[in-house]
Structures are given as structure tokens and as C-alpha cells.
């Protein structure tokens, strides 16, 4: 019964985080943008005359889209158009299930892993679980009975499937130097130092692969500049046909997908939950000072570092999003497959050939 109960929180924590910063990242990508552009940005909605900078806007579209007319089109299939946008939710919003987000918590007699499930293969898991949302662009665009719809969709398979190659790769040399596919053993390896003083954090063991798995991430995320699947400023767009909350999932689910893409690249590339010089007895910096901190406080500490880890690199890609313009198709396939795809096959020799030399 603890358990379960234990259980609960961690998810109720985990999702009440990630939907938060979805929410409010769909405020921070118009108000970015405009900042960017010299403009004011979302800042109408407004409650009993009070705007606060537009943080409002959220409500407001959540409000508009629960209201709007969910259309489905006649030659359609329902129940597939009526699927796809939630599946495309389940896919983003499963991975989180493996993140860990903090060290043990030690409470009494309780150990609580904060992790909601810690399996042997998370990083398994998260390459099965975050392909998976595929499937969900492809039905979207089929079941819609729209050439365009389809596609977008043809368009998002082809894309996605191209840059997985490399983002997987790219987590193999992650693997050798940290010798674990588990996300909780991976983010506790990167609590060691070089040379003392510098964090052996993935990011400092495979910078290359840092590169590579970030390049690739953004475009599984189908965003700009690889944003062919949707293409705004084009009829194509795998959701097309959608309306109301339908729209709203898909809209939410790529929100979702880039939290998704920053706790990876957290956990993986910058130290997960570690702090340089903090660890479960205080803050300790060799040749100058140490401070003894309780564990209760070590462990929010950390916490907090792994959620504002997560916050600047979705910020980071909003920064990408409003910053680099659209590749064309071609350049899109080149890039993945004769430029990424190399890259990190020779990321993985080289991560080898160094293992044994060192």
C-alpha cells in the first residue's frame, strides 16, 4: 500500500511538472518570439483587468479549444482521427516514466528512488516509447482523408526514422563510457570529477555525442528547422484536418516532447540531478571549504538543479525554434543521413578506440 502510494506521488510530481512547462511554454514561445521581433506579444487575455504579461493566454486557448466544433472529416475514419492525437500524448508524456530526477530519498526507514519506474533498460525504453509517436503522425494523416494530411504524415515518417539512427547511435557512446543502459546508474556515474575538479558529466565524456543526439532530438521533435512534417507557412501538415481539443493534444504533445527532449539530454549529457561539489554530506569544494548540509535539503537541492536544467534547454530550443530558418527536404534527408549518421558512427569508433588506449 506505501508503495502505490509512493507511486502516485511521484507521478502526480512528475506530471504536474511537465504540463505545467508545457503550458507555459506555449506562452514563452509567442512572448519570445516577439521579444525577438521587436514586437509585445500575447498579453490580451485578461482576468477581472489584471494581464500579468499574458499568462493568462493559456487558460484562454485551453478555454477556446474545449469549445470549438471537434470536425471530423466525412470520408474519414473517426475512430483512428479520434485516436492518433491522444496516442501522439501517451508517447511524450510515457518517458518520463524512466527520468530520474533525483539521488534516493532517505525518509526513516523508506528509500524512495526518484524515478517513477527504475528499469534495467531506460534507455531502451525511452528510444521504443519516444518512437513510438510516429505512429500517431502517420494515422493523424491517413485517417483524415486529405492528400495533404497523408503527406505531412508520409513526410514525419520519413524524417523521424532518418534521424533516429543517429540519435541512437549517439547514446552508445554514452553507454560505453558510462558501462549501463540505465538512466538512474548513467546520471549517478556523472557525479565524478577530472582531474578533481571538473564534473565527468556526458557532455565533458562525449561532447560530440552531445552535438549529434541534441541535432537529432530537436528534429524528432519536428520542429523548426525541421519542421517539413507540419509546415506552417504550407497546406501540408499532418494535422491539418483537427480542431478543438483534438488539435489542442497534438499542439500540447510537441510541448510535451521538448521537456521530454530536455530531461533526456539532462539526464544523459549534463549530470541529471548533480550539482558540481554537491553531494549527500554538504557542499565540498577540495582545497577550499566544505559546508555540511542535511540530506533533506541536499536532495531539493538537487531537485531543483535537474528542473532548471530542464527549463534552459527548453528555452534553448524555443531559441532554435525563432532563430534558424527551414531546411528544404533534401537538405532535411542529407543532413540526417550523410552528414549525422557518419558523425556518429565515428563517434562510436572513437569512443572505443579511446576506452582501450586509456
Not at 13 to 42: C, H, P, T, Y
Not at 61 to 82: A, C, F, R
Not at 91 to 117: E, K, M, R, Y
Not at 311 to 330: A, E, G, K, S
Request: charged share 10%; glycine share 8%.
Amino acid at each position: 500500500m506505501c508503495d502505490a502510494v509512493i507511486i502516485l506521488l511521484k507521478i502526480a510530481v512528475v506530471f504536474g511538472f511537465v504540463l505545467n512547462v508545457a503550458a507555459i511554454m506555449s506562452w514563452a514561445e509567442r512572448k519570445q518570439s516577439a521579444v525577438m521581433q521587436d514586437r509585445i506579444g500575447a498579453n490580451r487575455a485578461d482576468v477581472l483587468g489584471f494581464r500579468i504579461i499574458g499568462l493568462f493566454h493559456p487558460i484562454a486557448d485551453t478555454i477556446k479549444m474545449l469549445t470549438k466544433e471537434d470536425w471530423i472529416p466525412p470520408q474519414g475514419n473517426p475512430l483512428i482521427h479520434t485516436l492518433a492525437p491522444f496516442l501522439s500524448l501517451f508517447a511524450a508524456l510515457i518517458v518520463f516514466a524512466v527520468i530520474p530526477f533525483g539521488d534516493t530519498l532517505h525518509v526513516g526507514s523508506l528509500n524512495i528512488q526518484l524515478q517513477i519506474v527504475d528499469l534495467s533498460v531506460g534507455v531502451l525504453f525511452v528510444l521504443a516509447f519516444g518512437s513510438l509517436g510516429i505512429y500517431s503522425l502517420v494515422l493523424a494523416g491517413w485517417s483524415s482523408d486529405n492528400k495533404w494530411s497523408l503527406l505531412g504524415g508520409v513526410r514525419a515518417a520519413a524524417q523521424v526514422i532518418s534521424y533516429e539512427l543517429a540519435l541512437a547511435l549517439s547514446i552508445v557512446g554514452v553507454i560505453m563510457v558510462y558501462g549501463s543502459i540505465e538512466l538512474d546508474d548513467i546520471a549517478r556515474a556523472q557525479g565524478q570529477y577530472v582531474l578533481g575538479i571538473i564534473p565527468y558529466w556526458g557532455v565533458v565524456a562525449q561532447p560530440l555525442g552531445f552535438l549529434i543526439f541534441f541535432a537529432a532530438a530537436v528534429a524528432e521533435t519536428k520542429r523548426t528547422p525541421f519542421d517539413l512534417p507540419e509546415s506552417e507557412s504550407e497546406i501540408i501538415g499532418y494535422f491539418t484536418e483537427y480542431s478543438g481539443m483534438k488539435f489542442g493534444a497534438f499542439w500540447m504533445g510537441e510541448f510535451i516532447e521538448i521537456v521530454a527532449v530536455a530531461g533526456v539530454v539532462t539526464a544523459l549529457y549534463f549530470g541529471g540531478w548533480q550539482v558540481p561539489f554537491l553531494n549527500d554530506n554538504g557542499l565540498f569544494v577540495p582545497g577550499l571549504f566544505s559546508i555540511h548540509l542535511p540530506h533533506l535539503l541536499v536532495v531539493p537541492l538537487q531537485v531543483l538543479a535537474f528542473g532548471l536544467k530542464v527549463i534552459f534547454f527548453c528555452w534553448f530550443m524555443l531559441l532554435i525554434r525563432w532563430t534558424l530558418p527551414r531546411f528544404r527536404y533534401d537538405q532535411l534527408m542529407n543532413f540526417g543521413w550523410k552528414f549525422l549518421l557518419p558523425l556518429a558512427l565515428l563517434n562510436v569508433v572513437l569512443t572505443g578506440f579511446l576506452l582501450i588506449v586509456f
